[in-house]
C-alpha cells in the first residue's frame, strides 16, 4: 500500500524543496520573447524536459538554451552554478562546460548575478533566467547502446570534472541534494510512496546494506564540490557517443568525489542486464582512473553508491508523481531501469560486486580451504613446498609484519625480499606512478634507468662502471656466467659445498643446494666454507685443492661465486683474509669472481651496501636481485667495461624487462629509502641487539649450539647436544613450527637443515628482536 507522505516530513530531513515545488510553465512564444528582451537571443523557443525547472532550445542564428529556474530556487545557487562551471573550464579548458551568458544591461560588478535576469512569477515570486550557448551534440542518447570507448570516456570525463572542480568551493555547496547517496538515508521515510512492494522491498535492503556498509567510513572518503548529477541527462554526445556537453550543474554539492562515477555508472548501464552491468562499469571506472585513481575505500563502496542512486532514481518520482499529468507513466520510466539494477546487486549480493569491480583486496575473497588442493592441482608437483606444517594464507604486508586471511599478524623475520618493509609506500607508489605514465624497455632512451645505473655503480666504490639489468637472482648470475666465459675463454666454475644461485640451467649447476643425487657436473667443483663453530674446513688450502681438482678434470675456472653471508650453508661469517686469499688464488688460475649479493646486499650485514665489502674483496661481477625491488622484479649484474667488451665481441645482450622503467623505479625507490632511513645503521644495531639476546637464549637452551650474524642476516644452530654438535632438523623443524603457531615466521637452512635463518625485513626494530627472542624462548620452553 503506497502511504501519503506529508511534504512537511520531507522539509524536516531537509532535502532541497525545489524537488517539492513545481516547476514554472512558461509558454514557448512568452520564452522566446523573453530570450530576445533579456540576453538578446533572437529564435523560436522549444521546450525540453526537466524536473526543477523549465528549459527552451532557442533556435535562432547563436542557439542557445534558457533555462526558467524554479521560484523555490535560491539565486545564490544559480550563482555558484555559474561559477562553478567558469572555475571547472579555467582549470580544464577542454572539458566541454556550457557557461551562461551575461544577461543585457547587467552590471559585471554584480559577478556571477550577472549571469541571470529575474521575472515575477505567477504566483508572487521571482523566477531566475539564465542562457547557455548551444553546445554541440544531441541530447536524446540510449546509454545502452554506447561504445565501449564512450563508456570509457565518460568515466574520464567525470574524473576531469572532478579534478578541475577540486579547487572549487561555495557556501551553497553544503546542501542536502536528493540524488547524492550522501542523502541516501533520508529517503527512507520516502520508501513508503514506491507502489511495487518487490522494488519496496529491494530498496530497504539496499538502504539496510547502505548503512551498515557505507555510512560508517563515509567521512574518510575524498570529498568537494562535484556535479552531482553526471547522466544521460544532463549531457550532450556525438555521433560517437563521446560527451560534448556537460549541461546541467543545477544538483552540485559538496560530496564524495566518487558520487559522480558512481552516477556515471548509474546512467551508463540503464538497458543493460547481467554481466554486461559490471562490465560496463569496469570501463567506466577504467575512464576514471586514467585521470583520477581511485582509493581502495572508493572503489569499495562504488556498488553500494550506485544501487543508492538507484533507489533515488526510483523514489524521487513515485513520491512526485503527483504533479505530473500522468503519474504513473512518470512513475513507471524511471522504475525499469533501476528495478532490474537493484533486482541484479541484491541478487548477486554486494560483496560479489565489489569483487567483480576490484574493491576487494586481491586474493581476500577466496576459500582458504581450497587453495592447499587447487595450489597441487595446478602448479605442479615440482614446485616447492609450502612452509610450515599448517600453510599459510598471507593476504597483506606492512613493515615487518605480515597478515593473513583472518587478519592475524606474523612477525616477518624470514624475508629478505621486502628489504624496507613490506609494501613500502615509497616503492609501491614509485612503482604505479611509473606504471601509470610508462612501461618500456631499454632500446628506448630512459633517464629512470641510467640514474639507477650510475647510482649503483656509485655504490661499489672500485672498478665497476657497467650494469645490466635483467629480472631475477637467477638472470643475474646466469649472465655474469656467460659474460666470464667469454671473457676468460674458461670452461669451470667454483662455488660452496651448499650454495644456491639460482634457477636456470646454469646456475643450477653452480646450486649444490638443488643437484639432486648423484647429479654433480664435471665444469663444477666445490669447496667447504670454514665452519668456525666446528673447528673444520678452517685450512686455507680448501679453495685452491677444489681449482686443482677442477683443472684435473680439464677445466680452468671461468668464475668463482660466492654469497657473501653464506645464506645456504648455514650462515657463516666469512674471515675477510681467508676470502682475500681465494680470491687471489681464482684470479691467478684465470678467473673471475662473482659477488652474489643477492642475499646479502641492500644494506643486510649493516656495514655497507654490499656484503663484499666487509670482506675487503674487489669482486669483478656483484650479482644482485631479491631485495632490489622490494618484491618487484628486477636484477642487475655490475661489472666491468673491460669484461664485457669481450663478451660484446661474440654476441650482443637484450632483455625484454630488464631495466623497464617501472622497474627501475622500484629499485631507485629502495636505495632512497635505505639512505632516508638510515636502515644500514638500524641492521646493524638492531642485528648487534638480536645477537646479544639470541645469545642469553642459549646460554639457557643447549639444544642451541650456535648463534651467528652478520647484521640482519642471523643463524641459530640447532643440535642434539652442546658436546656432539650433532646437528637436529627434526628440532629445528619443530621449532619453526611452534613460532609460526606463535606468530613469528623464520626458515631453516644449511645443509643438514638445522639452522634457524632469521632474515628480517630491515625495518626490523628492537621491539620486533625482543618480540622474537621471547617467543623463541617460550616455544623452546614448550610454552
Ligand atoms: N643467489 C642467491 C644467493 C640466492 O639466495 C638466490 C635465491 N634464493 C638466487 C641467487 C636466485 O635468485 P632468484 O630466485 O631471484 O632467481
Not at 223 to 246: E, F, P, R, W
Not at 483 to 501: E, V
Amino acid at each position: 500500500m503506497v502511504t501519503a507522505i506529508r511534504m512537511s516530513d520531507v522539509n524536516e530531513m531537509g532535502l532541497d524543496d525545489v524537488l517539492s515545488t513545481a516547476p514554472p510553465a512558461l509558454p514557448a512564444e512568452e520564452a522566446a520573447a523573453l530570450a530576445l528582451e533579456l540576453f538578446g537571443a533572437e529564435g523560436t523557443a522549444t521546450a525540453v524536459g526537466s524536473e526543477r525547472d523549465q528549459t527552451f532550445v532557442l533556435g535562432g542564428p547563436r542557439p542557445a538554451v534558457m533555462k526558467i529556474s524554479n521560484e523555490a530556487e535560491d539565486p545564490a545557487r544559480l550563482d555558484m552554478e555559474a561559477r562553478a562551471a567558469f572555475h571547472a573550464l579555467a582549470a580544464d579548458p577542454g572539458l566541454a562546460v556550457a557557461t551562461p551568458w551575461a544577461a543585457l544591461r547587467t552590471d559585471p560588478s554584480r559577478g556571477p548575478a550577472a549571469y541571470r535576469a529575474s521575472i515575477p512569477s505567477a504566483t508572487g515570486g521571482v523566477h531566475q533566467v539564465r542562457m547557455y550557448a548551444r553546445m554541440p551534440g544531441t541530447a536524446s542518447v540510449d546509454e545502452s547502446t554506447l561504445s565501449d570507448a564512450a563508456v570509457s570516456a565518460w568515466g574520464e570525463t567525470a574524473a576531469r570534472l572532478g579534478r578541475a572542480l577540486r579547487g572549487f568551493f561555495d557556501p551553497g555547496a553544503s546542501r542536502a541534494v536528493f540524488w547524492d547517496p550522501q542523502h541516501a538515508l533520508a529517503l527512507r521515510p520516502l520508501v513508503s510512496a514506491v507502489a511495487d512492494h518487490r522494488m519496496r522491498a529491494l530498496i530497504e535492503r539496499t538502504l539496510d546494506r547502505y548503512e551498515a556498509v557505507v555510512v560508517p567510513g563515509w567521512s574518510t572518503l575524498r570529498h568537494q564540490v562535484i556535479h552531482g548529477d553526471l547522466c544521460a541527462d544532463n549531457m550532450l554526445v556525438d555521433d560517437d557517443g563521446v560527451i560534448t556537453g556537460i549541461i546541467d550543474f543545477g544538483d552540485m554539492s559538496f560530496t564524495a568525489l566518487v558520487v559522480d562515477l558512481a552516477a556515471v555508472i548509474e546512467s551508463l548501464v540503464s538497458g543493460r542486464s547481467g554481466d554486461e552491468v559490471l562490465r560496463v562499469a569496469r570501463m567506466a571506472m577504467d575512464g576514471f582512473e586514467r585521470v583520477l585513481p581511485l582509493e581502495p575505500g572508493e572503489r569499495a563502496i562504488l556498488g553500494e553508491l550506485v544501487a543508492a542512486r538507484s533507489c533515488a532514481a526510483s523514489i524521487l518520482p513515485s513520491w512526485r508523481s503527483s504533479m505530473y499529468e500522468d503519474p504513473e507513466a512518470f512513475a513507471a520510466q524511471y522504475h525499469e531501469d533501476a528495478f532490474e539494477l537493484l533486482k541484479l546487486f541484491d541478487e548477486m549480493g554486494f560483496e560479489d560486486v565489489a569483487r567483480r569491480l576490484g574493491g576487494r583486496e586481491p586474493g581476500t575473497m577466496v576459500a582458504f580451504d581450497d587453495l592447499v588442493g587447487r595450489r597441487a592441482n595446478v602448479l605442479g608437483s615440482a614446485l616447492t613446498g609450502l612452509s610450515y606444517a599448517q600453510p599459510l594464507h598471507i593476504v597483506r604486508g606492512e613493515g615487518p609484519w605480515l597478515f593473513d586471511h583472518e587478519d592475524r599478524r606474523y612477525l616477518d623475520a624470514y624475508n629478505n625480499v621486502p628489504v624496507v618493509g613490506h609494501c613500502h609506500p615509497r616503492v609501491t607508489g614509485a612503482i604505479a606512478r611509473q606504471a601509470r605514465v610508462l612501461n618500456t624497455n631499454m632500446r628506448y632512451l630512459h633517464a629512470t634507468v641510467l640514474d639507477l645505473a650510475e647510482r649503483l655503480v656509485a655504490t661499489t666504490e672500485g672498478e665497476l662502471d657497467t650494469v645490466m639489468f635483467v629480472n631475477s637472482g637467477s638472470e643475474a648470475n646466469d649472465l655474469a656466467w656467460r659474460i666470464a666465459i667469454a671473457a676468460t675463454g674458461n670452461s669451470g666454475g667454483l662455488c660452496t659445498a651448499y650454495a644456491y644461485h639460482g634457477v636456470s640451467e646454469t646456475t643450477t649447476w653452480l646450486s649444490p643446494e638443488a643437484w639432486s643425487k648423484g647429479a654433480r657436473p664435471d665444469h663444477v667443483e666445490t669447496w667447504r666454507p670454514p665452519d668456525a663453530y666446528r673447528g673444520l674446513h678452517m685450512d686455507p688450502s680448501e679453495f685452491p685443492s677444489a681449482i686443482a681438482r677442477l683443472a684435473e678434470r680439464g677445466h680452468a675456472p671461468a668464475v668463482a661465486i660466492l654469497d657473501g653471508v653464506l645464506t645456504s650453508d648455514g650462515i657463516l661469517d666469512l674471515d675477510p683474509e681467508y676470502v682475500t686469499a681465494c680470491v687471489d688464488a681464482l684470479h691467478r688460475a684465470g678467473g673471475l669472481w662473482i659477488a652474489d649479493e643477492v642475499q646479502g646486499g641492500h644494506g643486510r650485514t649493516g656495514d655497507a651496501m654490499w656484503s663484499y665489502q666487509r670482506l675487503g674483496i674487489a669482486p669483478d661481477f656483484v650479482t644482485i636481485g631479491k631485495p632490489m625491488g622490494n618484491g618487484h622484479p628486477v636484477a642487475a649484474v655490475i661489472t666491468r667495461s673491460d669484461i664485457v667488451d669481450r663478451f660484446a665481441e661474440t654476441t650482443d645482450y637484450f632483455s625484454t624487462f630488464g631495466g623497464n622503467p617501472v622497474s627501475t623505479a622500484a629499485a631507485s625507490a629502495v636505495l632512497d629509502v635505505i639512505e632516508d632511513e638510515r636502515l644500514l645503521n638500524n641492521a646493524r644495531e638492531v642485528g648487534t641487539y638480536l645477537l646479544a639476546r639470541l645469545l642469553e637464549v642459549k646460554a639457557d637452551h643447549p639444544i642451541i649450539g650456535d648463534v651467528r650474524g652478520m647484521g640482519l642476516a642471523c643463524g641459530v644452530e640447532i643440535v642434539t647436544d652442546p658436546a656432539s654438535k650433532q646437528p637436529d632438523a627434526g628440532a629445528a623443524e619443530r621449532i619453526i613450527n611452534g613460532l609460526r603457531q606463535h606468530g613469528v615466521l623464520v626458515g631453516t637452512t644449511g645443509a643438514a637443515d638445522n639452522t634457524l635463518k632469521v632474515r628480517p625485513p630491515l625495518v626490523f626494530g628492537r621491539a620486533e628482536a625482543d618480540l622474537l627472542v621471547e617467543t623463541l624462548r617460550d616455544v623452546l620452553t614448550g610454552g
